[in-house]
Every structure is written in structure tokens, then in C-alpha cells.
């Protein structure tokens, strides 16, 4: 049989060339989600399969149809298909809920669901989310809505809308999931068999089914918005003077229900048309039921993750800009033994000062050499041979100008720049550094 090692269906590579536009979400969004206040935290990528079916909810998507699960040694555990779950099973296992509130923390992290891949939807994908656990002001959820508009804003993304929703808490969802019931109840012919059984014991989740005829029949479905207790309206419509206080543009679309079971009151997403069909790039909401259901403590919440690989795709689409790659600052050529173990000892000294810098290890000669440097697009080069080691100098060149500068090696010791010619090469490499707009 053929060996297949093949990277799998729906996963991708991320290489070195590529990196950077990575790194630009990243420190974006760490930065600024630490700007209001979040710690990072890190949890495992595998998770007690209980947990997911008590938190993501036993009638979603997420856990019937797209959960990678295995049995090991009789425990089922669960390769984590969105990170709120295990983030909050953290903050309770390590005590956190217990020190100052609100708790905030945010993560990156790989997630996997089982799904049919698409441009902009994988089996393992990334995101950038992060919970805040202790409020129950709507005032935490304007705060949040504008952590993620920040973060788009800062990462030049554009034509990306802000779609909001409340979905109420259990009181005035009893009231609607008879409505629904009622409704749906009346085209129960044309739905799915997931969707019967979802009529039975979660109607709200026919409303993000993705086989077509039920989406359909969704469309004119009651809307919960219509149905919400005085304590939910209000929270809501507090939401909406804070989001307009901070001015922060946004549309109601009482369609948004979430595909998670645990969220409450308000649910929001940040959509953009531009990369086909998966265009949501930020998810998120309250869920005030959720710690309860998992620890019996009434402690509320909330919290967003947004897609990386979406983010790519739209940053992309859009040209935006990314944080300059580090190119190779110093290449050290070599003409001789002797003149290899200067080119050591140097590179060892500039890469003390974090400069990036190489020389060869695949036995070239200068020319060879050179041309390497060329392709990798070393800043600057210095070729060292026999003539410069007794001369105690050496030239460095510019290879964007062409223009050289001597430098001298230190005659007491060979391999060493004079410290004063150091700090000179740096000032130079520093004027590279590309800080991010913020
Ligand atoms: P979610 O809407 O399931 O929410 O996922 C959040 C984001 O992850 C989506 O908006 C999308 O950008 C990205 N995403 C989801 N599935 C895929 C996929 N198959 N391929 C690529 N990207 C995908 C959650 O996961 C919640 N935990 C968010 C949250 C945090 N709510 C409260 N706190």
C-alpha cells in the first residue's frame, strides 16, 4: 500500500516565509488585549469529552457531527473544538474565580472540528479569543465589543460589519421555544432528522442548521428579540448607549443565535462579505449559565474568538499590511581557515547584540558565498580573507547601496569590532526596525 503523508484534509502548513503575517495578528492582538487588562493563558488541546458536552451543548453541530474524539484507556477524551470551554474549566481548576474580579484572560490557540473544508473553514484552525468571568454589567460586554473592534481596526481590516443580538436567558427563552415549537412543529415534514430531535429538546438550535430547506424554513421563524423579560431588554439596551457612547457602529440582526448552547443575552459577530461564504471573523457573547453548569457557582461571563486563518484571508484580500519580516542583518564571508574562525567569532559577538547574523556551513567558496547572500537578502556583507586579518580591517557593505564602510578588527584580538564600530553598524540595522502602527 502507498504511503500516504500527505498533510490531512483541512489543515494547513504555516512556512517560515509566511510567518510574519501571523506574527502581526499575534502581537496585535496580545497587545492589545493586555492593553485592557487580559493575561494570557495557555491550556491543554485535549479536553475530558464531558466538558464539551456539557458547556458546547449536546444538540449543536459542534458536539453531534464535527467533535474528534478518542478512547484512551476507557476515558473519552476530546481534541478541543473552541477554546471557551477548557479557558473556563482553568479558571475554576486553578482557583481564579476566587481572587479579584472580573478574572480576564486571553489565548491563541489550534481548534478542530470536523467539518467540510472551504476557503476559510478548516478541521484544525486557530483562534485568538479571550473570556472575562465576574461581571454582569452590559458595560463588560461594550467593553469587549470594543477590545475586537480595536483589534481589527489596528490590523487595517476594513468593510467588516458588527452584527448584534440578544438571545435572552432561560426566563424569557421558555416563552420562545414555544413559539418555535410551534412554528417549526408546522413544517416538521421538511425538516432534518437532526432538527426533529432538536424540535424536542433545543428548538433555538434549528435556527443555525446548515442543511439548506431548514435554514429556509428558519427564516421566518419568531424572533427572540420579541420576547425578552424587562431584566434582558434592559441589559441590552444599555449595550446599545454604551456601543453608541463609544462610538462604535453596529447593526441589530435578531438572526444571530451563536452555534454554541451556552450563550445568554447578548451574542455578537463581526462579518465581512469579502472572502465567500465564511465571512464571520469574530464570534462571541455572554454566557452567565455556563460557570454554574460547571461548578454550581453563579459567577457570569463573556468572552470572543476570532479566526486567524479568516483574518489572513480578508488582510490579504484587502493588502493590508504586515510587520516587516527580519532579513539576514550581516553576512560574514570567508577566504580561508583562519579567516572561518574570525567570521565565528564575530558573528557570535553581533548576535550578542540580537542581530541576525550568518556565515557559511556548507563548505562554499567566496563566490558561492556571496551569491547565498544575495538570495537570503542579507542588509550587509563583510568579507574576510587573509589581507584583512592582517590589516586588522575589513569592509562593510551596504548591499542595498553598494556604498562600503572600514571597519576595523580588533588587532588585540581578532574577532572583535571595535565596540565604537558596533554601536555604528546597529544604529544602521535599528533604522530597519519596523514599529506597528497603533
Ligand atoms: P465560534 O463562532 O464557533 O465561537 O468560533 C469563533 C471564530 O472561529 C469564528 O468566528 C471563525 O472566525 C473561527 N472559526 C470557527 N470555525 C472555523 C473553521 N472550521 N475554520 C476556520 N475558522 C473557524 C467560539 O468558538 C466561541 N468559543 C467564541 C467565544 C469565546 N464565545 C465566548 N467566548
Known sequence: MALNIKRPNGTEDVIPRDVHKWHTIEKIA??????????????PTFENTDLYLRSVGETTDVVQKEMYTVMAKETKFTLRPEGTAGVIRALLQNGLLNEALPQRVYYTL?????????????????????????????AADAEIISLASTILRRLEIKNVKLLINSIGCPTCRAEYHKALREYFGAHKDKLCGTCHERLEKNP?????????????????????????????????????????TLEIEYSIDPRIVRGLDYYTKTVFEFVTTEIGAQGTVCGGGRYDGLIEELSGHHVPALG???????????????????????????????????AYTVCLKLAKQVREYGYYAEYDVMDRGIKAQMKY????????????????????????????SGEEHDIPLNDKFLGTFDSYYVDKIMNVFDDMENPIPL
Open 373 to 400: 547572500a544575495n538570495k537570503i537578502g542579507a542588509a550587509f556583507t563583510v568579507v574576510i580573507g587573509d589581507n584583512e586579518i592582517s590589516e586588522g580591517k575589513a569592509k562593510l557593505k551596504d548591499m542595498e
Open 304 to 338: 470572543f474568538a476570532m479566526g486567524i486563518e479568516r483574518l489572513l484571508l480578508v488582510m490579504e484580500k484587502q493588502g493590508c499590511d504586515y510587520l516587516t519580516p527580519r532579513r539576514c542583518e550581516l553576512y560574514l564571508a570567508a577566504m580561508g581557515d583562519e
Open 30 to 43: 496580545r497587545e492589545t488585549a493586555e492593553s485592557y487588562g487580559f493575561g494570557e493563558i495557555r491550556v
Open 204 to 244: 433555538m438550535r434549528l435556527l443555525d442548521c446548515k442543511v439548506p430547506e431548514c435554514h429556509e424554513i428558519g427564516k421566518d421563524a419568531p424572533i427572540i428579540l420579541d420576547y425578552l423579560c424587562d431584566e434582558c431588554r434592559d441589559h441590552f439596551e444599555k449595550l446599545k448607549l454604551y456601543l453608541d
Open 110 to 138: 489550534s481548534c478542530f472540528r470536523h467539518e467540510r473544508p472551504q476557503a476559510g473553514r478548516l478541521r484544525e484552525f486557530h483562534q485568538f479569543g479571550l473570556e472575562m468571568a465576574g461581571s454582569d454589567s452590559p
